[in-house]
């Protein structure tokens, strides 16, 4: 009997794989999907959903906190946080059911259950799972990736990741947390409205390093008076775990110590025991090295997500793995239209602390690389629907001179709803002109955005160019 051989076997199933299935599926292309553990991945079980939902449940307690200040009757009497990991699971367990239910409608999908391992022999290609071989004409890795450690031994109780941070059932009173990038900063934030004293040591000279200069700097300003302490240039060298506390070392030589630590030093692709290398695929430092079709150095295999150097966000992976089922969907002639590859610069960013970020495309210095450019800072002070909300921040608009916008930068509570609008415009590289023509409702935050447009366009509104 021949074996089945399916169009394509994807290794794992998080936001690159499920999107890759779902879209393969779609444009009838014979699809099995190989998961070890459940649906979703690292987004819907480990990162996304549940830290935007304790910092959902933060925010909540803010508002509790200052209900008197608008004439309410509120207060804030602490947080139970075995509560907030159960409401949390709810939310992920509907999700999950809901992903389940369009994986398992999904035509010429077959889920398989197990590790898999990548195989390039004789027969073909194909994804070893068990005592079984998968076959495939084409291969997906999208394994994602895992908390990077220090080297720290991480005990989960004293000195924890991200993911044991999220499934506390008791806050700490005070909190070290390693790194002041976007995991750091978004954990920061909701412990500090929950309560807990935190203190940010980051090796660098800023919060969220990634980011604008001055949006850093208004970070720092809100976080500072939110009462978060930061420490900056300075590494974290060791750190020990005791039966009350932990306590860092850092490379100046000087110690900290409190009930927990969070290391929030970035994440490595989770490429190993996999088979790739002996399968041929070139990694580099873990990361699989691809084209500019996402296929790797073996002819048929792929990957996607945060195996691919670049940004590690969930909607980039969405983006990989339906542009790998479209790949796949096209040498198949299933589809007519060679698809496209989303630019890294094109993808929305959101770092959800208290204030949000948003940005997408070019930062000023970057966007300077490519010619003079102009840009203009909305205040949300001068923003009605922001007042209301009792934010401050800044919408900034950066554009090529007398050429599109390429780039905005955003802060304050709310700007991750206004960052749709922003990359729709950046994307379809519109003018400041173009978006000046387009009203926005009034009072929203979305104003902001287009009064700066406004005033790159020369016709401010509410404020003097
Ligand atoms: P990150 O790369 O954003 O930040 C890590 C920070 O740790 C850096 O600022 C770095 O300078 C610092 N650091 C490294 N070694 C250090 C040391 N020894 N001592 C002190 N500081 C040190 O990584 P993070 O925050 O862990 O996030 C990982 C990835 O997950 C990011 O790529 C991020 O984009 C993604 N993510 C995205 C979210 C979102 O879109 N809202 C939410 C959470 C994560």
């Not at 691809?290 to 670049?310: E, H, I, K, Q, W």
Request: charged share 20%; aromatic share 4%.
């Amino acid at each position: 009997m021949t074996e089945h051989r399916h169009d394509l076997v994807i290794l794992g199933a998080g936001s690159g794989g499920y999107a890759a299935a779902l879209r393969a599926s779609q444009l009838g292309v014979d699809v099995a999907l190989v998961e070890a553990d459940l649906l979703g991945g690292t987004c819907l079980h480990r990162g996304c959903i549940p830290t935007k939902s304790w910092l959902h449940a933060a925010e909540v307690a803010d508002h509790a906190r200052e209900g008197s200040s608008m004439g309410l009757r509120t207060s804030y009497d602490g947080v139970d946080a075995a509560g907030v990991v159960t409401w949390s699971e709810g939310i992920v367990d509907r999700l999950y059911k809901g992903l389940g239910g369009l994986v398992k409608t999904s035509p010429g999908l077959t889920r398989v259950e197990g590790w898999g391992t990548l195989v390039s022999d004789r027969a073909g290609l194909g994804v070893q799972v068990g005592d079984r071989v998968v076959r495939g004409r084409n291969v997906l890795v999208a394994t994602g990736a895992r908390p990077k450690t220090l080297g720290l031994t991480i005990d989960g109780q004293r000195i924890l990741t991200s993911e044991h941070a999220l499934k506390l059932q008791e806050l700490p009173s005070t909190a070290l947390v390693i790194g002041g990038g976007v995991i750091g900063a978004e954990i920061a934030s909701a412990w500090r409205s929950l309560g807990v004293e935190v203190t940010i040591v980051e090796a660098l000279d800023r919060l969220v390093p990634a980011e604008e200069p001055d949006i850093s700097k208004a970070l720092l300003r809100a976080f500072t008076k939110r009462g978060i302490t930061t420490r900056f240039g300075v590494k974290v060298t060791g750190a020990t775990a005791g039966a009350n506390s932990a306590t860092l070392v850092l490379d100046d030589g000087s110690q900290l110590s409190a009930d927990v630590v969070l290391v929030a030093v970035g994440r490595e692709p989770a490429t190993n025991n996999l088979g790739l290398a002996e399968a041929g695929v070139t990694l580099d430092r873990g990361w699989v090295r691809v084209n500019d079709r996402l296929m790797t150095s073996v002819r048929g295999v792929f990957a996607a997500g945060d195996v691919v150097p670049g940004p590690q966000l969930a909607h980039r992976g969405f983006a990989h793995g339906m542009f790998v089922a479209e790949v796949v969907a096209h040498q198949l002639g299933k589809l007519d239209i060679s698809p496209t590859l989303p630019r890294d610069t094109d993808l929305p960013r959101v770092t959800y602390a208290n204030p949000e970020i948003a940005s997408v495309g070019l930062t000023k210095a970057a966007a300077q690389r490519m010619g003079e450019v102009t840009s203009f800072d909305y205040p949300l002070g001068g923003n009605g629907r922001s007042l209301i909300k009792g934010t401050s921040g800044f919408v900034r608009v950066v554009r090529l001179v007398d050429g599109p916008i390429v780039g905005v930068h955003m802060i304050g509570q709310g700007v991750s709803e206004v960052i749709g609008e922003a990359q729709l415009v950046t994307g379809w590289e519109a003018l400041p002109e173009d978006v000046a023509e387009l009203l926005h409702g009034h009072p929203t935050q979305g104003e902001a955005f287009g009064e700066a447009c406004l005033a790159l366009a020369g016709r401010p509104l509410h404020m003097h160019a």
